[in-house]
């Protein structure tokens, strides 16, 4: 029984790894979306093990919010548009709070205590931050 779960968690890995290894290879220059995908596969994971009566509600949501994060910053990334391409960072920005908020919640409910992703969201909003201020200075530069 040891070795089947050691060889499930093993080859869960070997899938999460070559996942994330095709986001990698697609969006070679955007580490930020890197570490936004990682947080949508914890998420997906976490949120198998949440009760089957909340399926419909913090599973979704979470899972929602999580996928809105990469999506806005994939789609942001790509407008030449400053204006577009900051707002599309803000509302990543924006479902980051809320999944950070549902992950206190969900930590509350115990159904999960994953810190590497309460991790990964403080890290992925301190690189939001970071890419955001590193538009508008290279706006203004260019300005000048």
Not at 49 to 70: M, N, Q
Not at 106 to 115: F, G, K, S, V, W
Not at 131 to 137: A, D, P, Q
Request: some cysteine; glycine content about 2%.
């Amino acid at each position: 029984m040891k070795n089947t779960l050691t060889a499930e968690r093993t080859n869960a890995k070997t899938k999460t790894n070559s996942r994330v290894g095709k986001v990698k290879e697609v969006y070679k220059d955007l580490d930020m979306l890197h570490k936004a995908h990682e947080l949508v596969l914890m998420v997906y994971q976490a949120s198998k093990s949440f009760p089957e009566d909340e399926k419909l509600g913090l599973t979704a949501h979470f899972r929602r919010e999580a996928l809105l994060v990469t999506g806005n910053i994939s789609e942001g990334y790509k407008k030449q548009n400053i204006k577009e391409k900051l707002s599309h960072m803000h509302k990543a920005w924006d479902s980051l709070e809320k999944c950070r908020y549902l992950f206190i919640l969900t930590a509350d409910l115990e159904y999960q205590n994953n810190q590497k992703m309460y991790t990964k969201i403080e890290r992925l909003s301190d690189m939001l931050n970071a890419y955001c201020k590193s538009v508008l200075k290279s706006t203004l530069m260019a300005k000048a």
